[in-house]
């Protein structure tokens, strides 16, 4: 395992023949709606805004027109779209009601997901293996999928085809979907986990674990939550100050060094004490998380002088 440090952008692109004038969302990989052919996709007079990726899959959003696309996820084998008319749409996989069309049909092409109306302003979407979920401008939780292990917080339900609300008895300001579990963080920054407890991926007390098929607290981070992900088997919060992780570490996506390989409490990564840390992420078995600091540059042509700010990002990534 080991901490790396980068610079640079995440992803690039390249053009290629063929315009798509009208904006679209470009998917590829292996899914129930793309050709698994990368070449066959292609930007020109359309400038990508949004990037997700699944398991097996990746959608790339540009300009959509006439519905110009807000928000986009990707789940397993599944997608879920949000545009600026309000409107949510779902396609791919749908063998545990990931796409809330009602049925567990899986759809080749995007429908409309007709529970949201334009009262429902989204400000997130998230999508796990199976799972789908939405957080609204005013924090309401809405859910949907798979609950076999209790990961979209509905208690006994098996699974559910349409969005159902999940109430913490707060308002909810966003929710990360993993492979079997799911966290959220509450208006004002309290963490909550629920789902499969193996590993320790929850965070909780023993005695919280009996109700783990609804959402916890997570008593073990005393500061205020800016921002959590849930991987496979792990989970990574950021708050004002530091960054925990706990879960299981066997590949190293807990950040703590060769030794440590499950952790079932919230453990400080102390490697990442020093960096400002701004934004956290991470896949199936390794974690990304990004420092941004700004530095000063200074300069003189020998009877003037002048200074000028640059932001400079640092991708750390943890893995094995």
């Not at 409490?265 to 998380?289: D, F, Q, W, Y």
């Amino acid at each position: 395992m080991a901490w790396a440090g980068t610079h640079g952008p995440v992803w690039s692109q390249n053009g290629g023949p063929g315009p798509t004038e009208s904006g679209a969302i470009f998917t590829f990989g292996k899914s129930k709606f793309a050709e698994d052919i990368p070449s066959k996709f292609w930007f020109k007079n359309d400038k990508p805004v949004l990037i997700s990726c699944g398991d097996e899959h990746t959608a790339i959003v540009t300009a959509l027109k006439p519905e110009k696309t807000k928000l986009a996820v990707c789940g397993r084998n599944h997608t879920l779209v949000y545009t600026e008319k309000g409107n949510v749409y779902a396609a791919g996989g749908n063998s545990e009601g990931q796409l809330g069309l009602g049925d567990t049909e899986e759809r080749t092409t995007f429908h409309l997901i007709s529970f949201f109306t334009n009262q429902h302003k989204i400000k997130q979407l998230a999508a796990g293996s199976y799972t789908s979920a939405a957080v609204t401008e005013d924090g309401q939780l809405f859910v949907w999928g798979d609950n076999s292990e209790g990961q979209i917080g509905l208690a006994d339900k098996a699974c559910v085809s349409v969005p159902c609300q999940v109430d913490v008895g707060k308002p909810v300001s966003s929710i990360s979907c993993g492979y079997y579990h799911s966290a959220l963080i509450t208006g004002d920054g309290e963490l909550y986990t629920f789902g499969e407890p193996e590993n320790g991926k929850l965070g909780l007390l023993p005695e919280q674990l009996k109700n783990n098929r609804v959402p916890q607290p997570v008593l073990g981070i005393m500061e205020k939550v800016n921002k959590v992900a849930c991987g496979g088997e792990h989970t990574v919060v950021l708050t004002e100050t530091d960054v925990y992780t706990f879960g299981l570490g066997q590949y190293g996506q807990l950040g703590h060094g060769t030794f440590i390989f499950e952790t079932s409490v919230p453990k400080s990564v102390k490697h990442l004490r020093r960096h400002k840390i701004c934004n956290v992420t991470c896949g199936e078995n390794h974690t990304a998380v990004i420092a941004g600091k700004v530095t000063r540059t200074a300069y003189s042509n020998g009877t003037n002088s002048a200074s000028t700010g640059r932001k400079v990002l640092k991708i750390f990534i943890a893995c094995d």
